[in-house]
């Protein structure tokens, strides 16, 4: 009854340890590979940062001058707008009244616009 018990033990454990060792050995097998070698201070890895750095940079300043356009266009679509309401108030037109929702000085009477 002894000899079964060990042959038991034997067959349950031998998975165990077959396990346990490839993942003990699952752990070694992965190794730090990110290292940097610096040679000379010039290597691929370095050029390649930095080109994605400028690329990364230009498209940046890209966006940046075109959202200054755009606000640019704005205001001055707001200041010229303004401007153009002051005059249509201060025209001598009585049929000219300025129109908010269009930004334009139309007349009364036939709804055209008019330079006030």
Aim: proline content about 3%; overall charge positive; glycine content about 4%.
């Amino acid at each position: 009854m002894k000899m079964t018990m060990k042959k038991k033990l034997r067959a349950a454990a031998l998975p165990l340890v077959l396990f346990g060792t490839l993942f003990g050995i699952q752990h070694s097998v992965q190794a730090k590979t990110d290292t940097l070698v610096i040679q000379g201070g010039d290597n691929a890895m370095s050029n390649e940062q930095a080109r994605q750095q400028k690329q990364q940079w230009d498209q940046t300043q890209r966006l940046r001058n075109k959202e200054n356009l755009r606000n640019e266009k704005d205001f001055d679509k707001y200041d010229k707008a303004t401007d153009t309401r002051d005059a249509c108030e201060k025209s001598l037109n009585t049929n000219a009244y300025w129109e908010a929702n269009t930004l334009r000085c139309l007349d009364r009477r036939t709804g055209r616009p008019i330079a006030p």
